[in-house]
């Protein structure tokens, strides 16, 4: 029901509840059962257990577990053992990321008052908010947090701050008038007030309308429990890959069963040579690697001030082609600053950081700092409104200031504190007589003050129309004239340039009252005042972001602006940060709520703009981009965005300001606030995914290389090149290593030149299927020679030649790692340019001598040891799959060169 269009009495009888004298006990008892309790609730929630065993579904992991039975086949207890382990420990990896990532509710739920002051019986009484039902009357002042939505029935000066409902960083003054607007969102409900709002100034009475999940939290928990999980791209892309190799497993097994029966051989040992195939056609380390590459990623992240909740989602930023991000505390610094001031016709501007309370002043016209002492009106009016204010500054630990109290008397009490004014040494000139607090149907805040010579004045700070309105004189040139309709005209049209700008006016206004007056209301204070002038202030944005929504657009990426801020200040604020051009749209929420999603769609990629949005809009801004074939990041600190957050294909939260809530939604939180750390995550996700294909196509190349040799020696009527023991080596040990090692490759410079690329991008795109299969053919017919070679010199010694084809299978590959590094050539890239890279190498070649040299393992790996002579052709031919298509791209270049 619309409550906010009710007056008292209607609300009072819907809700067949009594305003004096609050509901009896027995009418709170049928109430909770028939409503139930004043709590958010959970969604089912899976075991611990089911969740652990979830983690094996995955097709890579079944292609894993596929490899255990064929070793089990083979007797190969020990290969089996180590695919194993390395499933159960991708499976505890997966579990631990998952537990934390479902905490959203559970934080929601903080959020909510553990006590309120509820109206019961005709007594106020202290109970749990859980207890709280509709038609319970309750009472907050300010520091409380509601306790439910309420209808507000008597307001004091009352303030609320909403920012974590709606993304507004000023709290919202509350009146108890009606309002007949017909659609209106929950920013625009001035008399009501909503669970988990903190009220800031004043106090307040109200009937409590919604409960549980029927509040605005509750519909936000609703949305976020029903929100999509999306799957990572890199998911996609491994189960893809996995089915390929699954597919190629089973036809080589066929094939080589059939080629081998046809031949004249029994079925038992080409089953046996199929097997072998089947192993060698499977990357047994590859999700393991994966999961080391996207931890390092990880671990790098964290240093640049990113913490990663769920790891696949690491490099999803790098394919991000969209960045929703909330405006109050991500791109702005969620910190009120006066920025302009004006009086008596002059225009002045002050610098400065945030509260920090350093800062100059400059006439508007100039870029030299001005000698505040010899601005009379400028200096009066600074003092006037840290005086007429009851905000602290404090600095913590961090060198970091806050303000306790009213963000916009913080905003003035460091202005003041930026021209040299001590609050405390201006208490010892001037002694406060009386006050008249804000209140929101005066607009207006008052004190009468006395100085030490007994001259008493009365100061006036409030919304610059009506104190317009009360005063008959200006200070003018630093002398007081009488206001007349051309002085009001140019005041106006002061106070028209500054909301231009999108700055929140406030005007200060004094006179002097005779000595020893006691003024009795606030009428009779506020009335012939002298008007000094106007503090503009707005919540700047960051200094980086601008540059960070530059480099975004240079990589392809657009910024898109999603706030609950009122039009004007979004449109200010993302023009000032580039985002919003002349050729960009803005969309408002009322224009949202009457579109559908089939007509977003149409115009959500000229939008650059979404200002006064609710949270069911920021889901339906992210599912209308998505559907555009948008890969989304979305970005923000309330509870408004936990929902989109979660939708959105990667949910990034901030760490400073960030409610727990968005940050158990997100699967990245950024540590500083800071939206120019989301550039360097993308960085960082492009690199990792650059570097997992580098990886992929170098295990891949070399199992296609181990594929071939088997396959080209059945053919061929050969005996078989390589043992699988042998195999699983090279696929576990040998490859893992420069694999990982792949894993921490520098970006090439030009990672954030490049469009995202496309979610839809196959795992072989950009040539990389050609790269595996040709570098891979070239591995298995160098590696065949070298055994043809070595079984030709000694028939009699099988256990040789295999070591030999073994030897230069390792070697070819460990060549070919190099060769990885670039989409290019091996040339391209400096070798020593990846230290991590050339140790790894140097510890599978002592790894691989162990195998042969070391005598407990030959049994185990049927090796001997290779004669000295045999090393120069192993060598050789290890060298030709790089060198030779490395001298071809070289070739190529060069002919493109002279062209």
Not at 268 to 275: D, E, I, Q, S
Not at 514 to 527: D, G, M, R, V, Y
Not at 687 to 711: C, D, H, Q, T, W
Not at 765 to 776: F, I, T
Request: charged letters at 20%.
């Amino acid at each position: 029901m619309k409550f906010h269009e009710m007056n008292e009495r209607d609300v009072e009888k819907v809700l067949n509840t009594d305003l004096k004298e609050g509901l009896s006990s027995t009418d709170v008892q049928k109430r909770i059962k028939q409503h139930g309790y004043n709590e958010l609730a959970e969604g089912e929630k899976q075991s611990a257990l089911l969740l652990f065993f979830s983690q094996f579904k995955d097709f890579m992991v079944l292609v894993l577990l596929g490899a255990v039975l064929i070793s089990g086949l083979l007797g190969e207890y020990i290969d089996a053992i180590a695919i194993v382990a390395i499933v159960i420990i991708n499976g505890f990896l997966g579990f631990f990321q998952e537990r934390k990532a479902e905490k959203s509710l559970d934080a929601l739920k903080e959020l909510s008052a553990p006590q309120v002051s509820t109206l019961r019986d005709g007594q106020w009484v202290k109970i749990p908010s859980k207890e709280l039902v509709v038609g319970d009357v309750l009472k907050f002042a300010s520091g409380d947090r509601i306790g439910a939505d309420v209808r507000i029935i008597d307001s004091k000066s009352l303030e609320i701050e909403e920012s974590a409902l709606t993304g507004e960083s000023l709290p919202v003054a509350k009146t108890t008038a009606r309002i007949d607007k017909g659609d209106v969102g929950i920013g625009d409900m001035e008399n009501m007030a909503f669970m988990g709002t903190m009220v800031t100034r004043g106090a307040g009475i109200g009937v409590v309308v919604a409960t549980g999940m029927k509040t605005a939290m509750g519909q936000i928990a609703d949305l976020l429990q029903n929100a999509e999980t999306v799957i990572t791209p890199l998911q996609r892309k491994l189960q893809e890959l996995g089915k390929i190799l699954i597919i190629v497993a089973i036809l080589l097994t066929i094939l080589v069963v059939f080629v081998g029966v046809i031949q004249g051989n029994d079925l038992y040992t080409m089953f046996l040579a199929g097997v072998s195939l089947a192993v060698a056609a499977i990357p047994e380390g590859l999700p393991a690697i994966v999961t080391v590459a996207l931890s390092l990623g990880v671990q790098r992240m964290i240093k640049n001030n990113a913490i990663v909740r769920k790891l696949p989602a690491v490099e999803t930023l790098g394919c991000a082609s969209v960045i929703c991000s909330d405006k109050t505390g991500t791109m702005t610094q969620n910190k009120m600053t006066v920025t302009h001031l004006w009086s008596g016709g002059n225009t002045w501007t002050v610098d400065g950081v945030g509260y920090d309370p350093h800062g100059r002043f400059y006439r508007a016209d100039s870029k030299q700092p001005i000698d505040i002492k010899k601005e009379k009106s400028l200096q009066q009016m600074l003092m006037f409104g840290m005086m007429c204010n009851h905000a602290s500054l404090k600095e913590k630990e961090s060198n970091e200031f806050i303000v306790d109290g009213d963000p916009t008397e913080g905003a003035l009490l460091v202005a003041a504190m930026k021209a040299g004014y001590n609050r405390d040494l201006l208490l010892n000139q001037y002694e406060i007589v009386q006050e008249f607090p804000f209140d929101s149907t005066r607009k207006m805040m008052s004190i009468v003050i006395k100085d030490v010579n007994g001259r008493q004045f009365v100061v006036t700070k409030g919304a610059p129309d009506v104190l317009v309105g009360i005063s008959e004189s200006v200070l003018w040139d630093g002398k007081r004239a009488t206001f007349s309709t051309d002085m009001k005209n140019n005041v106006q049209s002061a106070i028209n340039n500054l909301a231009s700008q999108a700055l929140r006016t406030i005007a200060i206004g004094f006179k002097e009252i005779p000595a020893k007056t006691l003024i009795f209301s606030e009428k009779e204070a506020e009335k012939d005042l002298t008007f000094i002038g106007l503090q503009g202030m707005i919540d700047p944005p960051r200094p980086e972001v601008k540059l960070a929504v530059k480099e975004c657009k240079e990589a392809g990426i657009k910024t898109v602006m999603i706030t609950g801020d009122h039009v004007i200040t979004a449109k200010a604020i993302a023009t000032q940060l580039g985002i919003l051009t002349p050729k960009k749209k803005v969309l408002d929420g009322n224009t949202l709520t009457n579109m559908t999603t089939e007509e977003l769609e149409e115009v959500v990629d000229d939008v650059a703009v979404f200002a006064r949005v609710s949270p069911e809009h920021k889901l339906k801004i992210v599912k209308a981009l998505q559907n555009r074939g948008h890969v989304v990041a979305m970005t923000g600190d309330g509870v408004n965005d936990a929902p989109a957050i979660k939708t959105a294909d990667i949910g990034v939260a901030m760490g400073i300001t960030g409610t727990d809530v968005a940050k158990e939604a997100s699967a990245l939180v950024l540590l500083d606030d800071n939206f120019a750390t989301i550039k360097a995550a993308i960085k960082e996700g492009r690199n990792i995914y650059e570097n997992i294909r580098k990886f992929i196509r170098y295990l891949l190349a070399s199992n296609v290389g181990e594929i071939l040799v088997m396959l080209f020696a059945m053919l061929l009527a050969l005996p078989l090149p390589l043992v699988p023991i042998q195999i699983l080596w090279v696929n576990l040990v040998t490859d893992g290593l420069p694999a990982m090692a792949l894993g921490l490759d520098q970006p090439e410079g030009d990672v954030m030149r490049r469009n995202p690329r496309s979610p839809k991008e196959g795992i072989f795109a950009r040539g990389l299927g050609w790269k595996v299969v040709s570098r891979g053919f070239l591995i298995g017919i160098s590696t065949l020679i070298a055994f043809i070679i070595a079984n030709n010199e000694n028939p009699e010694h099988l256990a040789y030649a295999q070591t030999v084809a073994f030897a230069t299978l390792v070697m070819a590959q460990l060549i070919h790692v190099f060769d990885c590094r670039s989409e290019k050539s091996i040339f391209v890239r400096n070798p020593f340019g990846n230290m991590y890279l050339v140790w790894a190498v140097i510890s599978s070649v002592l790894l691989m001598f162990v195998v042969i040299y070391y005598p407990p393992l030959q049994p185990i790996f049927h090796t001997v040891p290779i004669l000295a002579k045999d090393w120069i052709m192993i060598l050789g031919l290890a060298a030709v799959p790089t060198f030779l298509l490395a001298g071809t791209f070289l070739a190529r270049k060069r002919k493109e060169t002279v062209v």
